[in-house]
């Protein structure tokens, strides 16, 4: 087993005075045993301002490079995702004002003044769950490029990214507590496929591996909630990728039920995503001891995409189902007969995988002719073939078929259905049948004949063995003449080719008069 986690940005074990800068009445201090695992202790400010309201909001910047860094991210040119935990000391020191007022904030900065460029998004307020008195470490999960935030201070420059944060709006609920936080462990990885800060799974694995990393075997060794386990239902709110080129890697999902959170929903405005945040890649070695199998069922509330363009000696086979995420690419060690419904606009592109009895509510993309025979598909959207030539469908299920191709495209057509063909250069034929003409000796001459003519469509001299095969396309009659010296000639005449394989047998007989 092997799930593997970059290490954590911070692990907020210091003062809250370890910082990058304040905004509003504060006491940073440091809350024993508060962080995860609980042995640890854990950064904290005490929100001291006037309860009210419509408060200023009050709250502490962290160095996006470690807790009191100054260094900055390019979050410009490579998707980040930040993962971090707050939690509040007790029910009595919530103490927030509700989500319309910004009550629970994580706060995004930049520059070398991270307290004059900053943008806010709310993520909670004492109307949410995010600040509900059960709900212990709650999560933050922001991609650093979403435009999601509620306000703007200053100008944000994503291109330096300097510094994060918590602040809150103290409204007292109940009594006169201040308002008390504290932080765990932040991760900030990266989602570009081989990167070094993405999650990883290698080695015989499974989604249950990161619930075991995440959650501990108790307080001691637990070092976070933001993966957890239902039944058979995992939430996982992080990319990752599956084998990483050069360790052996077997991962089988055991048929789980894996949930990836959308954006900015109601209740869980805590998570700000682009559709780049959540994406997932596989990685194989070429080595056929290498496999991924998935056959539970995936939800992903952001179109991210999914990269499976494998094509070595490894085995990669999706039998389960797959919806809300983008375009999903898959190679040659792929076999795809699953069922896809992935976001609107979004595509299964097939690099030559395997996809016979795939079901696909939305569209497939041939993207070359590695593989030309196709089988029991069915695709609701656009079928497009990106590579010209010939290709052969049976029993497929298609709504429109295109060509992206620029050249022609040959649709061998068997028993295979489709509404719409919107080329261009699309030619539909059907497929080879055959003739088996089963004579019961051997050595004798075939000829088959257009229906009362003489023109020849096929011939053999002294067949060498008792069945002659005669390969047509579509329905027509022929005329078949058997002839064998010392037995009488038999011709079959207007006999019927429907279209289908079929069997003539002819028996001759021997003329008794033959000299």
Not at 165 to 180: C, D, E, I, K, M
Not at 184 to 194: E, I, S, W
Not at 260 to 289: I, W
Not at 448 to 470: E, K, N, R, W, Y
Request: aromatic share 8%; with cysteine.
């Amino acid at each position: 087993m092997a799930f593997n986690l970059p290490a954590p940005q911070s692990l907020y074990t210091g003062q809250g005075t370890d910082n990058v800068g304040t905004l509003g009445s504060l006491t940073p201090g440091r809350k024993s045993g508060g962080n995860l695992p609980i042995s640890n202790n854990a950064s904290q400010v005490i929100n001291t301002t006037a309860s009210n309201a419509n408060g200023v909001p009050a709250g502490v910047f962290f160095g996006i490079n470690g807790q009191s860094a100054t260094s900055t991210v390019d979050a410009s040119v490579d998707t980040r995702v930040l993962i971090w935990s707050v939690q509040y000391n007790a029910p009595n020191r919530i103490q927030s004002s509700d989500f319309a007022r910004g009550g629970s904030r994580f706060r995004l900065a930049s520059g070398s003044s991270p307290t004059l460029n900053y943008k806010d998004y709310y993520i909670g307020g004492n109307d949410t769950p995010f600040c509900s008195a059960q709900a212990g470490p709650v999560t933050m999960c922001i991609d650093l490029a979403d435009t999601s935030h509620n306000n703007e201070v200053g100008t944000f420059n994503l291109s330096q990214v300097s510094a994060y944060g918590h602040a809150s709006v103290r409204l007292n609920l109940v009594g006169s507590s201040t308002a008390l936080t504290f932080f765990q462990r932040a991760f900030l990885f990266t989602t570009t496929k081989d990167s070094s800060n993405i999650p990883l799974f290698t080695g015989v694995s499974s989604f249950d591996d990161a619930v075991a990393l995440l959650q501990g075997t108790d307080y001691t060794t637990k070092i976070g909630s933001w993966i957890t386990k239902s039944g058979s239902s995992i939430f996982l709110p992080c990319p990752f990728q599956i084998g990483d080129g050069t360790s052996a890697t077997t991962f089988n999902d055991d048929g789980a039920a894996i949930v990836s959170p959308g954006s900015n929903l109601a209740g869980q405005e805590n998570f700000r995503l682009t559709d780049n945040a959540m994406r997932v890649y596989a990685n194989l070695r070429n080595n056929a001891a290498d496999s991924i199998t998935l056959s539970g069922s995936y939800s992903f509330g952001t179109a991210a995409p999914w990269d499976f363009d494998v094509s070595n000696a490894s085995t990669c086979l999706l039998s389960g189902s797959f919806s809300g995420m983008g375009d999903f690419k898959i190679g040659s060690s792929v076999t795809a007969n699953g069922s896809f419904n992935l976001a609107t606009g979004k595509a299964v592109k097939c690099n030559g995988a395997n996809i016979d009895s795939i079901t696909v509510a939305g569209d497939l993309n041939i993207e070359t002719s590695a593989v030309t025979s196709f089988s029991d598909m069915s695709i609701t959207g656009v079928t497009d073939f990106d590579t010209a030539g010939t290709y052969t469908l049976t029993n497929c299920s298609l709504n429109e078929i295109t060509n992206s191709s620029g050249g022609l495209v040959t649709l061998i057509n068997d028993n295979s259905t489709a509404n719409l063909i919107t080329g261009p250069n699309i030619t539909i034929v059907s497929p080879p049948k055959t003739l088996t003409v089963q004579v019961n000796v051997i050595g004798a001459d075939v000829v088959v004949l257009a229906a009362g003519t003489d023109t020849i469509l096929d011939s053999v001299d002294a067949q060498p063995g008792t069945d002659f095969v005669f390969t047509y396309t579509g329905a027509q009659s022929v005329d078949v003449g058997v002839i064998l010296p010392g037995y009488g000639i038999n011709y079959t005449y207007g006999y019927s080719l429907t279209g289908e394989n079929q069997s003539l047998p002819v028996n001759l007989l021997i003329d008794r008069n033959y000299a």
